[in-house]
């Protein structure tokens, strides 16, 4: 038998089955209860701290998007997972240093968490040598703390103001400034923090026509973040199970 990270046994193929087809059916009554179309929801599993093997099952499961957060993890089990043969579309969704846009750019589809001018600078540069643009998404702050991450809306901020981030991706021409990207705040009831990311992300899309995607909601979230208008939800311990380490 050979040592390989990138299968699965069978109980845990049946398992990740069995999350899959309860949290399918989550995001199936969440959009029939907001009238809204499932086709356009798509579910990202985060597999950050699983396997490559998990991805994979996922992947024979039918799951087309992937998400990770930490660079190091993702593009080795990106690899893994492309030298198994399958394509997956991955989403970087964590807090990504600069230095890392090099690395980001080679396995990514799409990434999340642009937050900074810097950043969306230098995630264009390292982008040129994509034969494909970029997608990203700019993460915006919704309770307006800078140190939790995300750009300011309603800030003329030259550095973190959501209009300055948008700009700064919208220059760059081997980025695709799809949308925006939220996480609840810790201690705000997710109905009020979806409800503010609506507004931001109505007023943005104004701005911005093209920029439609909505990247909101996580296991514990995603019925509400579905009500407010996401078209990304990115569910990670409902699908793989708990995490050992709450990241
Ligand atoms: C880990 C993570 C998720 C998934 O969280 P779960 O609660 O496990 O679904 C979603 N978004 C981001 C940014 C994450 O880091």
Redesign the pocket.
């Known amino acids: 038998m050979t040592d390989s990270s990138a299968t699965v046994r069978p109980d845990r193929r049946a398992e990740l089955a069995a999350g899959l087809a309860r949290v399918r059916a989550r995001i199936a009554d969440a959009c029939a209860d907001a009238g809204r179309d499932p086709a356009d929801v798509t579910m990202?599993a985060?597999t950050?701290t699983y396997p490559a093997g998990d991805a994979l099952a996922l992947a024979g499961l039918g799951v087309t998007d992937l998400?990770e957060?930490r660079d190091q993890e993702a593009a080795g089990k990106a690899a893994e997972v492309a030298a198994a043969g399958v394509r997956p579309r991955w989403h970087f969704?964590?807090q990504l240093q600069r230095n890392k846009a090099r690395s980001v750019v080679r396995y990514a589809d799409v990434v999340?968490?642009v937050d900074s001018v810097r950043l969306a600078r230098a995630l264009g540069n390292a982008a040129a040598e994509r034969e494909r643009p970029l997608d990203a998404l700019v993460q915006v702050s919704i309770d307006g703390d800078p140190a939790r991450g995300g750009a300011l809306p309603d800030s003329a901020d030259e550095a973190t103001g959501l209009e300055a981030v948008a700009a700064a991706v919208a220059d760059a021409p081997a980025l695709r400034l799809a949308g925006l990207?939220a996480?609840a705040p810790l201690g705000w009831q997710p109905e009020r923090a979806f409800a503010r990311l609506a507004e931001v992300a109505e007023a943005f899309r104004t701005l911005h026509p093209g920029a439609t995607s909505l990247?909101a909601?996580?296991?514990?979230d995603?019925e509400i973040a579905i009500r407010y208008g996401a078209t990304h939800v990115?569910?990670?311990?409902?699908?793989?199970g708990?995490?050992p380490t709450l990241?």
Do not use: F
């Not at 909601?217 to 514990?220: A, F, L």
């Not at 990115?234 to 793989?240: F, M, Y």
């Open positions: 990202i985060v950050k998400g957060n969704i964590g999340h968490s990207m996480v990247s909601g996580m296991s514990g995603l990115r569910v990670g311990s409902a699908l793989l708990m995490r990241r």
